[in-house]
């Protein structure tokens, strides 16, 4: 890669838009799901199948689901983006829809 197109590509990276947001993983084999928030969704997959392949998730829980009913079993969904800006009102944010999401999963609506 020539050093110009390097430097337009980290250049791209650092001005991207990151969209925060809660997403649900979920079990098909045992109907189990999980609900978290991130600051950036685009990675946040990527981030918890690479620790679930490798055993060392911190929820103890969804790795057990994945030990016994392997990767092809479960899915990943964005329930909600979130565009904030201001660091501090999205992690305020993220907290506050995550919970709402759950109170929904806890319901039976998802």
């Known amino acids: 890669m020539r050093a110009e197109d390097r430097k337009a590509a980290v250049s791209a990276y650092k001005e991207r838009k990151i969209i925060s947001g809660v997403y649900l993983i979920r079990c098909a084999a045992s109907g189990e799901a999980w609900i978290g928030a991130c600051a950036e ?7 918890i199948w690479f620790t679930l392949r490798f055993g060392n998730h911190p929820n103890k829980a ?3 689901c994945w030990a016994e009913h392997g990767a ?6 964005a329930l909600e983006r979130l565009e ?3 660091p501090y009102i999205r992690t305020a944010r993220l907290k506050e829809r995550a919970a709402h999401w759950c109170e ?4 039976g609506r998802l």
């Not at 969704?41 to 981030?47: D, F, G």
């Not at 092809?72 to 969904?77: G, H, L, P, Y």
């Open 84 to 86: 904030e800006d201001d």
């Open 72 to 77: 092809e079993a479960f899915s990943f969904e």
């Open 41 to 47: 969704l685009s990675t946040i997959q990527n981030r």
């Open 104 to 107: 929904w999963h806890k319901a």
């Open 62 to 64: 969804l790795q057990q």
